[in-house]
């Protein structure tokens, strides 16, 4: 398993040892002390030799690698890692005569496609990201298609949240928490979410039975909720009665100008910015998983009380845990013991 360290992989690693099976992973952060994995290499995947070194052994390769953050990483970057990172895994996989692969792309790759988005909707990535991760799925589509046995299993998720996370969902706890937010204009726009828990279901219930060839889902929770409907669970899980005032949107774009003019003249991300505004409060980013429910898969936690449990970490531990951005260097690392 690539990115064996992060947030998704930890929760996956407990889940496939929990089935019996035994994991190796590669990741440039070392494990955490209850780590699951029967070996680890930290190391980088761009690297031939490091990719080469944690496949050895193995029978399947689960991928979930990646440059994703939204500030900090250049574009040559998330090509470097969701691309050509990709390619250097499966040219070992080749090597060692693995033919079985997962690998987590993201929705991200319909950017401005039109509703509704299906796996059979044509992406539009708008940004480094979603089309890096699509020229990613490019790659996995050309291996799967030399056949001899081949099966590329190709997950899209929304943004995932869940217990141990510490970005987007986790500084929307905080901020409720902490009675300094607000909500600006109606925040009437859908915004599709992933709770880790029923990711890592779908993945074990569809990895179990993929056939050759490559196959592509994406990884939705339904029925999807309103900007508002989040934050207000989230309040009511914390115990209070709403999340914080409504302003107009208008003001709001206003409030956000001095961050927007902070960030442009040192370089820092302070959480707060116009566009991330836009983004949870109008922006719609709304996908559909028919395909994935056509299989029988169900999600068994409904996406309200993964809200609940994520903030009943965060009540218990995540309130304390300080966030680090697990972001790949634009140099290719080598290995490290």
């Not at 900090?72 to 692969?101: F, H, K, M, W």
């Not at 291996?143 to 510490?166: C, D, K, M, Q, Y």
């Not at 990884?219 to 409907?229: H, N």
């Not at 169900?298 to 304390?320: C, F, I, Q, T, Y």
């Amino acid at each position: 398993m690539t990115g064996a360290t992060g947030f998704i992989g930890t929760h996956l690693c407990r889940r496939l040892t929990a089935d019996g099976h035994t994991v190796s992973g590669i990741d440039l952060w070392p494990p955490e002390s209850d780590a699951r994995l029967a070996q680890f290499v930290r190391g980088d995947i761009r690297d031939p030799v490091a990719g080469r070194k944690a496949l050895e052994g193995c029978d399947a390769l689960l991928s979930l690698a990646a440059a994703h953050h939204d500030f900090g990483i250049d574009e040559p970057t998330y090509y470097s890692v969701n691309e050509t990172g990709s390619q250097v895994l499966l040219d070992a996989c080749d090597q060692l005569g693995i033919r079985r692969v997962c690998w987590y792309s993201s929705c991200a790759v319909f950017g401005d496609a039109e509703a509704p988005r299906t796996e059979l909707t044509r992406p539009s990535p708008n940004n480094p990201y979603g089309a890096s991760k699509l020229a990613g799925e490019k790659v996995f589509e050309r291996w799967a298609a030399r056949g001899e046995g081949r099966s590329a299993l190709v997950i899209r998720p929304t943004i995932t949240f869940g217990p141990g996370n510490v970005a987007n969902m986790y500084s929307l706890i905080r901020q409720i928490a902490s009675r300094k937010f607000f909500i600006a204009g109606k925040a009437s726009n859908y915004k599709s979410l992933s709770y880790v828990e029923n990711l890592i279901e779908a993945t074990v219930h569809l990895w179990r039975d993929c056939p050759a060839g490559m196959q592509i889902y994406n990884f939705v929770e339904k029925p999807d909720l309103t900007s508002r409907e989040i934050a207000e669970t989230i309040a009511l899980s914390l115990g209070r009665r709403s999340p914080g005032p409504t302003v107009p949107m208008g003001l709001a774009l206003l409030l956000a100008k001095p961050f927007d003019a902070v960030t442009a003249m040192t370089g820092k991300d302070l959480g707060i910015s116009s566009m991330r505004v836009r983004k949870l409060f109008a922006w719609e980013t709304r996908f559909e998983a028919d395909k994935l429910l056509a299989t029988g898969f169900r999600s068994p936690v409904p996406l309200r009380e993964g809200l609940r449990r994520m903030v009943n970490w965060w009540l218990d531990a995540g309130s304390s845990t300080k966030p680090t951005w697990r972001q790949p260097p634009a140099e290719i690392q080598p290995i490290r013991d």
